[in-house]
Structure formats: structure tokens, C-alpha cells
């Protein structure tokens, strides 16, 4: 058994003006389709085939990079594609709307923290809204493809919403402007997404 690179849930245009239709066709087809081949490729004939993505990388050894970082980049990228989309944007509602109120304050505060782990993650990697048992969100960051769901990285809890931020994900549009492309995320947030992946993870 082997992993497949999922379709998007749109077309690549679907997300523009905000996340341009060449970096998405790109980011799809070459980098995500890279790192399922190579996941494929590390865990073949190993302990680990056969296992889910999930199992894999909450067991993971941490010293085993291939699989770190490909199996990280498979599911880093199916988490990513899911929850943006064309209608996206405005804030969540119900009880994600009330568990970021008791995180951050307000989702003004959520944003501003979530843009700062985006903004400060120095180099490659990801920022995240993680959703830990009981339901209290946390936010954290990783680097290059490491994930929450791994032994000893991040915070520790489910990852609900992530952002991309390796200069792949926006350099063709935004060049160095990472501060515009975080600000643009929140334009195809799909927070009826991030909802369910709230209620699944606490
Ligand atoms: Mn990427």
C-alpha cells in the first residue's frame, strides 16, 4: 500500500487573487507530488508501510529524516489544501469561535499571534493552530516539515489549520513579501473545515 497525492478540493485558480494559480499548480503537482513519491519510496519494504500517515508520524523516529521529512510534507500539504477555499475568509462561528475567544481573547488576538508564528519562523517551515484534548487551542510553529503530530516538536496538540511558509508557497507573487502572503491566507481561511477538524481533534 502506498500514498496517493490528493486532488485539490478546486482549481488552482480558485484561490486567487490571493494565492496566484502557477505558485498552486507548482506547489501541487512538483513539491507535494515530490514528497509523497519520496514517503513512498523511504517506507517501502519497511515496518512502517501499511501504516496511516498519522500512525506513521506520531510514532516516528525522529532520526529517520526521509520519513520525517517527506511523510511530514504529505501530510503537512493534504492538511494545507483542505483548509483554504475560493469562498473562504471571515472568521469561524460556534464552538471554535468560542474556544479562540478563551485562547487569544478575541480572533483579533488569534490573528495577530497566528501572524506572528508565521512571520517569525525563521527559514522554512509551517505555523499552526493545534487543538489539544478537552479542546483548548494553542498556536505554535515548526520548522521545514516537521508537524505537531510528531514525538517532541511543536505544541503538542492536533494541528486544525496550518500555513505554508516555505518561500515556495508564495515567492512567485509575493517575492520576499511573506508579511502580505500571511495576510492574504486569512482571505481563503475555510473555517467550516477548520470547525470539523476542531471537533475531530479535541
Ligand atoms: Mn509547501
Not at 496517493?4 to 501541487?28: G, K
Not at 508565521?118 to 493552530?129: H, I
Request: glycine share 12%.
Amino acid at each position: 500500500m502506498s500514498f496517493n497525492l490528493p486532488d485539490l478540493p478546486y482549481s488552482y485558480d480558485a484561490l486567487e487573487p490571493h494565492i496566484d494559480a502557477r505558485t498552486m499548480e507548482i506547489h501541487h503537482t512538483k513539491h507535494h507530488n515530490g514528497y509523497t513519491t519520496k514517503l513512498n519510496a523511504a517506507i517501502e519494504g519497511t515496518s512502517l508501510e501499511g501504516k496511516s500517515i498519522e500512525e506513521i508520524l506520531t510514532g516516528l523516529d525522529m532520526s529517520n529524516t526521509a520519513v520525517r521529512n517527506n511523510g511530514g510534507g504529505y501530510y503537512n500539504h493534504c492538511l494545507f489544501w483542505e483548509v483554504m477555499s475560493a469562498d473562504g475568509g471571515g472568521s469561524p462561528s460556534g464552538d471554535l469561535a468560542a474556544a479562540i475567544n478563551d485562547a487569544f481573547g478575541s480572533f483579533e488576538g488569534f490573528k495577530d499571534a497566528f501572524t506572528k508564528a508565521a512571520g517569525g519562523r525563521f527559514g522554512s517551515g509551517w505555523a499552526w493552530l493545534c487543538a489539544h484534548k478537552g479542546g483548548k487551542l494553542e498556536i505554535c510553529s515548526t520548522p521545514n516539515q516537521d508537524c505537531p503530530i510528531m514525538p517532541g516538536v511543536g505544541c503538542g496538540g492536533h494541528p486544525i489549520l496550518g500555513l505554508d511558509v516555505w518561500e515556495h508557497a508564495y515567492y512567485l507573487h509575493y517575492q520576499n513579501r511573506r508579511p502580505d502572503y500571511i495576510e492574504a491566507f486569512f482571505n481563503v481561511i475555510n473555517w467550516a473545515k477548520v470547525a470539523e477538524n476542531y471537533n475531530s481533534a479535541k
